[in-house]
């Protein structure tokens, strides 16, 4: 299912409320940093939310990309980092993820995550709007870097 | 070990958890309880708990129809056990009606099964999908009036839900939004929408149902403008059914009313 859907440009109704909006208008510095985790190995993902937690950051997780995108139904995330993969069929669903996020909140900040990627993958990432593509396997630390740098001011 | 898909938990046992609200008729008389409306929250410990996130997975996933039968199913089997046999209003998307040819029928099957008349359900209309085939879904429409339900609009006013469908649905209630009533007591522009469509509501024969009101000031602007079924925190939150079970048994052994009424009735300065 491609980006250019028309579901994907549906407008939904935007529930998430003015506590979040107003949330949303504080510097990152001065808050907890939201992340979204997409992955669908329960372990990675796991481990992935307790190392982010320990981090400061605010986490939620989701194992599907529609449950990654139903999320943006209740609020809004500084930082997503998605797997490119989540079905374990060789799929690029982390591809939608990015194009979906791209499109409606330019300031997210965007980590595509691959075992499987090539040029072409990579070249369509960056055509949707991924900030930074990283190989696996990648150490969290290293990942926490990475995402500390994207969010720096 | 392999992970449960999301989508599959909504359907085991226990996946999908129903809520009531009651909607409150605050007219001349003392307050009463209009009808209870049927929430539904997903898996505990899930994204999915929240009714939001619940209904856009369920949109993106394209399973409305199966999760709209799901959850009326588990509001009627716990909504049977409200003392009084109340009126209930129950949701469905409209692409379900539209969709699932036996929505009706399956529904009066189950309000059956747990000796539930029909002519005691609403069924309030959710319209996302910005296209869908309208013959089908008049038809639905036609098949649950038949049954002796009742039709409302929800989010009237909001995304997909129009003027076009206020037309064709010919509803019996048309409901405002949270968006709409929150604050409008300070918001003239608010106020001035409200009364937009509890005019359309009168023009069509329709009643209009404010949801989301939380404040004694909400309600008396809703007065005002002459809405009197009413819906929200100021009165009761979204229940489980054994909440609402012994709250009401409470209520009746201390010989007072139940909790939403005397809020109400204190909110409308009538305790």
């Known amino acids: 299912m ?20 107003l949330l949303g208008e504080v510097p990152v510095a001065e808050r907890l940093a939201r992340l979204l985790v ?3 190995e329960m372990f990675i993902r796991s481990a992935m939310e307790d190392f982010f937690t320990m981090r400061k950051y605010s986490v939620d997780c989701a194992s599907e990309w529609e449950e990654a995108e139903a999320l943006f139904a209740m609020k809004t995330y500084d930082i997503v980092i998605t797997d490119l993969r989540l079905t374990g069929f060789g799929g690029t669903e982390g591809l939608e993820i990015i194009g979906f996020v791209r499109q409606r909140y330019p300031t997210t900040k965007l980590i595509l995550l691959t075992g499987f990627g090539n040029g072409e993958i990579e070249a369509e990432a960056k055509r949707r709007g991924v900030d930074v593509f990283l190989h696996k396997p990648i150490s969290l630390p290293e990942l926490a870097r990475v995402a500390d740098s994207l969010l720096s001011p | 070990m392999s992970e449960v898909p999301l989508s599959d938990r909504l359907f085991a046992p226990g996946g999908l958890t129903p809520m009531f609200q009651p909607i409150v008729r605050t007219g001349e008389g003392p307050p009463s309880i209009h009808a209870y409306e049927c929430l539904s929250r997903g898996p505990a410990g899930t994204n999915l708990e929240r009714a939001d996130v619940l209904f856009e997975y369920v949109r993106l996933k394209r399973i409305e129809a199966q999760v709209d039968r799901a959850c009326i199913a588990a509001a009627l089997e716990a909504g049977s056990e409200i003392p009084g046999a ?25 309000a059956r099964s747990y000796g539930i008349e029909t002519s005691r359900l609403t069924v309030e209309i959710v319209e996302h999908s910005p296209a869908f085939d309208n013959r089908p879904f008049l038809d639905g429409l036609g098949q649950l009036r038949d049954l002796g339900m009742a039709i409302a609009l929800d989010d009237v006013g909001l995304g997909q839900s129009n003027y076009k469908m206020i037309l064709d649905a010919e509803p019996d209630y048309l409901k405002i939004d949270k968006y709409f009533v929150a604050g409008c007591d300070a918001e003239p522009r608010q106020r001035a929408i409200i009364e937009s469509i509890a005019d359309l509501a009168r023009r069509f ?10 404040r004694p000031e909400e309600l008396a602007a809703l007065r005002s403008i002459g809405i009197e079924l009413v819906q929200g925190y100021l009165f009761a939150r979204p229940m489980p059914i054994s909440s609402l079970v012994a709250a009401w048994a409470h209520a009746r052994r201390v010989g007072r009313e139940p909790s939403p009424l005397r809020a109400a009735g204190a909110a409308l300065g009538r305790s």
Do not use: Y
């Open chain 1, 38 to 40: 997409v992955e669908d």
């Open chain 2, 86 to 110: 109340p009126p209930l209003s129950v949701n469905a998307h409209a692409i379900s009606i539209a969709t699932d040819r036996e929505f009706a029928g399956a529904l009066a099957r189950v």
């Open chain 1, 2 to 21: 491609g980006v250019d859907a028309p579901w994907v440009f549906r407008r939904s109704i935007d529930r998430s409320g003015l506590a979040d909006s």
């Open chain 2, 205 to 214: 024969g329709a009643e209009a149902i404010a949801e989301g009101v939380e």
